[in-house]
């Protein structure tokens, strides 16, 4: 969190710093390491839109990833862990990944676990990352940990950046489309409007209809942009509490043919991330409270329900199963890795499996709805240019 902070130097100058801290203790704190005094320590303002448009590194102000990896080629390479840290410290320029760095080793020289100091931090370092971290304490083993994080990321990413990239495509199309509709019906229309309005001719029905809001448009050409300004910024911060709330999750469930796939995608995601988990040494049921908070509220539900059943004595794949949480093929894998004892391995190979086949199912459904939709928008577009014209060839028929 971002705070304005008004301090004092040793040479009683007014100073404003702009501090990233947990809490506004932890803002003065900072302050006062640097040998300043805080007068006054205030919130940062947030901007209308907030980090709608930054990406997880701007609104952060620390890739996850990168750190991760930065971090495991030290270690890796004979540095500790203080070690490591100060190295990344000394090359970092960004005053505000700079800032993370300095607390994470403020508190390990304090004396805290690593995990400690990562879990101060909630905002930059979320609980499945210091959940793994604190299991690899356990066992001395944090480069393995951390490189089972990378690879467990990439893998989620890989999958996100496909569907992505097959939307790229489709919401160009649309917003072009609809940039060539709406520039027609707003300004083509209304211009002819005013040449057929003294032509004195009965016009098709659905052509007067058009020439009818062309004029309309035309006589409120301000109040149509106020109202279209409003609309469109009353759907975008709907839309943003729509997606924060999990609402396009639960929209795609619900489409025939797509919410198949949408609740695979969450299975699958759910299977890789208690997959990692356990490969890590963390407990069964630790591991499902861990997940339980990134997951959506019908999977939270179920893997709640699931989750107190296995601590009844009940089996794993029996209480996902029971909660809804399986596929017939996933239930068959779970089986067999209760019966090996590597339920872990078994989770990230179902994982693997259905990424494979939302990969293949995101490709074909591409080739498949690129070109319908193309088709519609050339056929609104179409029709609106057919029926600007259908007065034209009346009166050329009228005149011959």
Not at 201 to 210: E, G, T
Not at 362 to 373: C, Y
Request: charged fraction near 20%; charge should be positive; include cysteine.
């Amino acid at each position: 969190m971002q705070f304005d902070v008004r301090a004092l130097t040793a040479d009683h100058l007014v100073t404003r710093l702009s501090i990233d801290a947990t809490s506004e203790e932890d803002a003065r704190r900072q302050v006062e390491a640097r040998g300043l005094f805080a007068a006054a320590i205030t919130p940062a303002r947030r901007p209308l839109f907030g980090n709608f448009f930054a990406g997880p590194g701007k609104k952060r102000g620390l890739s996850l990833v990168l750190f991760s990896q930065e971090l495991l080629a030290l270690l890796n390479a004979g540095l500790s862990i203080v070690e490591g840290l100060e190295a990344l410290l000394e090359k970092e320029g960004n005053p505000v990944t700079r800032e993370i760095l300095t607390r994470l080793l403020t508190a390990l020289r304090e004396g805290k676990r690593f995990s400690q100091a990562l879990g101060e931090q909630p905002d930059l370092f979320p609980p499945l990352y210091v959940g793994i971290v604190k299991a690899a304490e356990g066992t001395s083993d944090l480069p393995r940990s951390l490189a089972r994080f990378i690879d467990y990321q990439q893998r989620i990413d890989i999958v996100r950046g496909k569907i992505v990239s097959a939307a790229i495509y489709p919401a160009i199309l649309m917003c072009v489309g609809g940039g060539v509709t709406f520039f027609l019906v707003g300004y083509v229309v209304p211009r002819f409007a005013e040449v057929y309005q003294g032509a004195g001719r009965s016009l098709p029905w659905l052509s007067q209809l058009m020439l009818d809001w062309g004029q309309l448009a035309s006589s409120h050409t301000k109040s149509i942009l106020l109202a279209l300004v409003l609309g469109i910024t009353a759907i975008f911060i709907g839309g943003r509490r729509f997606f924060a709330q999990g609402g396009v999750t639960r929209l795609l469930v619900k489409i025939p043919g797509i919410g198949e796939r949408a609740q695979i995608y969450e299975l699958s995601r759910l299977y890789l991330t208690l997959g990692m988990l356990l490969e890590g040494g963390i407990p069964i049921v630790a591991a499902m409270e861990t997940v339980h908070g990134m997951v959506s509220p019908r999977i939270k539900t179920a893997l709640q329900n699931a989750r107190e059943a296995i601590q009844s004595g009940g089996q794993f794949s029996t209480a996902f199963e029971a909660n809804n949480l399986t596929t017939p093929i996933s239930l068959r894998m779970l089986r067999v890795g209760e019966r090996s004892g590597e339920l872990g391995k078994m989770l990230t190979q179902s994982a693997a499996f259905y990424d494979g086949e939302i990969s293949r199912w995101i490709d074909r459904f591409t080739r498949s709805f690129e070109p319908l939709l193309m088709t519609a928008i050339g056929l609104v577009v179409g029709l609106i240019v057919v029926l600007l014209y259908m007065p034209i060839f009346d009166l050329a028929g009228g005149l011959s």
